[in-house]
């Protein structure tokens, strides 16, 4: 079971604005910053966004994070059918680990 | 371009070894901290552990400390992950990744296509 915590599923129709939470605690989420990967099926993981809310380069910014005390969230907005895949949120704790979530597949209908 | 490219994975034995590797290229590989995260079949990812550009500092996961081993050689542009003791439950995918610059721990912008280590008797 991993400490930050991801629902499991999440749905949309293409078009529509879906969002992804990530809760952590103080020692983790609450005291340092957030990161979002994406892993289509049979591939590597993608970073998405970085540092709670910023983007690396060539990222559409149809992604955005955000983060509030001990919990992040990664929002998709006009989701696209090519955006059906696995969602992680990951943060350092402050015990010297970094953490993953368990990951969101997300299904696009 | 940038790329990374594990290997040294194969199926071994509980309590065998192995030793995998990580070469890259298309950056100045001695100026970055690098890391190994696991994937297990049909599982999320799990951070394993991460090194330091000069290998200053060190950090392991609870679940493979005291068996695996973290290394680099800046020289010939490598990260390692010794694997000891292994366990049926370390069947994983493993990939190597390199920290974002800038990015908080656990922000890793480029990775490997993975290498496959297999537990099994």
């Known amino acids: 079971q991993s400490v930050l915590t991801q629902p499991p599923s999440a749905s949309g129709a293409p078009g529509q604005r879906v969002t992804i939470s990530c809760s952590g605690s103080s020692s983790n989420i609450g005291s340092n910053a957030v990161n979002w990967y994406q892993q289509l099926p049979g591939t590597a993981p993608k970073l998405l966004i970085y540092n709670n809310d910023q983007r690396p380069s060539g990222v559409p910014d149809r992604f955005s994070g955000s983060k509030s005390g001990t919990s992040a969230s990664l929002a998709i907005s006009g989701l696209q059918s090519e955006d059906e895949a696995d969602y992680y949120c990951?943060?350092?704790?402050?015990?010297?680990?970094?953490?993953f979530g368990g990951g969101t597949k997300l299904t696009v209908l | 371009e940038v790329q990374l490219a594990e290997s040294g994975g194969g199926l071994v034995k509980p309590g065998g070894s192995l030793r995998l590797a990580c070469e890259v290229s298309g950056f100045t590989f001695s100026t970055y901290n690098m890391n190994w995260v696991r994937q297990a079949p049909g599982k999320g990812l799990e951070w394993v552990s991460s090194?330091?550009?000069?290998?200053?500092?060190?950090y392991y996961a609870e679940s493979v400390k005291g068996r695996f081993t973290i290394s680099r050689d800046n020289a010939k542009k490598s990260v390692y992950l010794q694997l000891n003791s292994l366990r049926a439950e370390d069947t994983a995918v493993y990939y190597c990744?390199?920290?974002?610059?800038?990015?908080?721990?656990?922000?890793?912008?480029?990775w490997g296509k993975g290498s496959t280590v297999t537990v099994s008797s």
């Open positions: 090194i330091s550009s000069r290998s200053s500092y060190i």
């Open positions: 990744a390199r920290d974002l610059r800038g990015a908080a721990a656990g922000g890793m912008d480029v």
């Open positions: 990951a943060a350092w704790d402050d015990s010297l680990d970094v953490l």
